[in-house]
């Protein structure tokens, strides 16, 4: 068991940070910072456990989908694909990087609260396999453009179980105040479902559910997955219908810190598992088959990032600042929800920790900071500095706020680096300009 948040962390003879077995000090002096490592055996090694888990629990036809809201570009659909999971989307954006790199969209489900006519137009014409429809403005869409392009479109509709799995407001969305999906509470979910199975240019597979992220309770996705089922009864016992797939959407969490559990996914799928068997034996529904939307618990602890300390500012009985060469616009998370990472001075790992300081980035703007009030070894210009487990929602998210470009991101196969996308440049960051 490594002695960091992330298991593929060590320390070398020379007292540095090492990731997946390679000096991130090294990394840092080939790649240069902000740099975003990844430990693509780490993410092989989670898929893994989402579909064995899976299958086992649910049966063959079971699969998991890399939400990869948590992490787009090119290589990681192709990790995807190898590994047999499929994907979700919530943009033309994601299909695209999909299609590009050979990962086959019908094994993509679409996302969005508001997907617009080119998105669905470019989504059907692509070939992705399922929308999740959020609302009755989205179906009818769906219904003309699919008409027109002359296919039935097969489609899961955003149900809102009403849960609130006691996390962060910001990523809590199985609430029936959510702005994603349709309320069981309020009538609005049959509403929908009575009129998709009544629209000709649609086939309903059946139904989708998320209710937050970062999770680290069972019971929510239990009462969750439980509430469908009835759910699912209950639409049987009005209409006839039976659905035959349900998506559980995302959501497990993460070890950010040393203060968070392990979460054992695998022990969570069998539980949630049986449950549903019960649950569905109980109503007299046949189990669907079921999908589930793992981003975050896929990509996260497989990346950290890599900076370069700039300068140290001490401001004597105030508070002391360490500066790197990035900050929100890498990784806006710590201005946008205050998450927490465990950080290191990757050169100084051995070195006595005792300088409380908080990690400011490089941005014009007071909110710019990755951590506050932490402790560390004192640090000077030059030293490379490392925010472990940024894997999910990093580089996703990251902007081009004050024109920097967004870091690289190298990723790590058995023991070697290799750049899986390259930094961005200052020509880069004026090539759309006119
Ligand atoms: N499925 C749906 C429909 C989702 O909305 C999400 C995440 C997922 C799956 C994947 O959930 P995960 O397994 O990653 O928890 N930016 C925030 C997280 C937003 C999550 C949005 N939806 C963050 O940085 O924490």
Do not use: W
């Amino acid at each position: 068991m490594s002695e960091f948040v992330m298991e593929s962390c060590k320390v070398n003879e020379d007292g540095h940070l090492t990731v997946a077995g390679v000096d991130t000090v090294s990394l840092a002096k080939e790649y240069g910072t902000p740099l975003m490592v990844m430990d693509e055996n780490k993410i092989r090694q989670v898929c893994r456990i989402y579909k064995k888990a899976m299958i086992e629990n649910f049966g063959e036809n079971a699969l998991p989908l890399f939400a990869s809201k948590a992490l787009s570009f090119k290589g990681i659909y192709r990790i995807m694909a190898e590994e047999g999971l499929g994907s979700d989307a919530v943009s033309s954006g994601e299909i695209y990087t999909a299609k590009e790199a050979g990962f086959d969209v019908s094994r993509m489900v679409f996302h969005g609260n508001n997907k617009t006519d080119e998105d669905i137009r470019f989504a059907m014409e692509s070939g992705v396999g399922r929308f999740v429809v959020d609302n009755i403005e989205e179906l009818e869409a769906i219904n003309r453009i699919a008409g027109q392009i002359g296919i039935k479109q097969k489609i899961q509709i955003r149900i809102t179980p009403g849960i609130d799995p006691h996390t962060h407001k910001a990523i809590s969305t199985g609430k029936i105040d959510s702005k994603f999906g349709n309320a069981i509470a309020t009538g609005q979910a049959e509403e929908i479902t009575l009129k998709a199975l009544d629209t000709p240019n649609v086939e309903l597979t059946g139904f989708h559910c998320h209710i937050g992220s970062q999770i680290f309770e069972t019971e929510p996705f239990i009462s969750a997955a439980e509430i469908m089922i009835e759910y699912i009864a209950d639409i049987k016992k009005k209409t006839g219908f039976s659905a035959f797939e349900l998506n559980l959407g995302g959501g497990f969490g993460v070890r950010y810190v040393k203060e968070h559990p392990y979460f054992d996914y695998s022990a969570a799928i069998k539980t949630i598992a049986d449950k549903m068997k019960n649950s569905a034996k109980q109503h007299g529904v046949k189990m669907p088959v079921i999908m589930m939307e793992p981003g975050r618990s896929i990509v996260a602890s497989a990346g950290l990032t890599l900076y370069t300390v700039g300068s140290v500012k001490q401001i004597p009985d105030f508070k002391n600042y360490i500066s790197v060469d990035g900050g929100m616009a890498d990784n806006p998370r710590y201005a946008l929800y205050q998450s927490q990472y465990e950080i290191k001075i990757a050169n100084k790992i051995n070195a006595k920790s005792d300088f409380v300081c908080s990690i400011a980035g490089r941005c014009c703007e007071s909110g710019d900071l990755l951590a506050e009030n932490i402790t560390l070894p004192k640090a000077e210009r030059g030293d490379i500095l490392a925010v472990l487990v940024t894997g999910a929602y990093n580089y996703s998210m990251a902007s081009n706020y004050n024109r920097l470009g967004r870091p690289a991101i190298v990723m790590i196969k058995d023991g070697k680096p290799y750049i899986a996308v390259r930094r961005e440049t200052l020509k880069d960051l004026v090539a759309y300009d006119m």
